[in-house]
Nanobody, 111 residues
Framework: QVQLVESGGGLVQPGGSLRLSCAAS????????MDWYRQAPGKERELVAS???????NYADSVKGRFTVSRGNEKNTWNLQMNSLKPEDSAVYYC?????WGQGTLVTVSS
């Protein structure tokens, strides 16, 4: 069964942290072909971070220095560590692995 599942979203205060996870199973994929995207209400989906290897990551300018993408400790998982969160980081966050997309996890940054 093909599964690509994000988790870890929730409500956090400005300045706080969250760690999102993405878990893949049931299809062929490369661990070095993975992106995190986000989509806020009324806005287009945007690329947040890309993982193409342990030493090969890229970030949108808006999250550089605050977000870190990495492989997870569990098999076939990736994490997105988000620190110093801002209200404008509020969005549904999606992981993309190969040609597949997860269902998204909602992050809300608000006091």
């Amino acid at each position: 069964q093909v599964q690509l599942v994000e988790s870890g979203g929730g409500l956090v205060q400005p300045g706080g942290s969250l760690r999102l996870s993405c878990a893949a199973s049931g299809f062929r994929f490369s661990m070095n072909d993975m992106d995190w995207y986000r989509q806020a209400p009324g806005k287009e989906r945007e690329l947040v971070a890309s993982f193409t290897g342990n030493d090969a990551t890229n970030y949108a300018d808006s999250v550089k220095g605050r977000f870190t993408v990495s492989r997870g400790n569990e098999k076939n998982t990736w994490n997105l560590q988000m620190n110093s969160l801002k209200p404008e980081d509020s969005a549904v966050y999606y992981c993309r692995v190969g040609a597949r997309w997860g269902q998204g996890t909602l992050v809300t940054v608000s006091s």
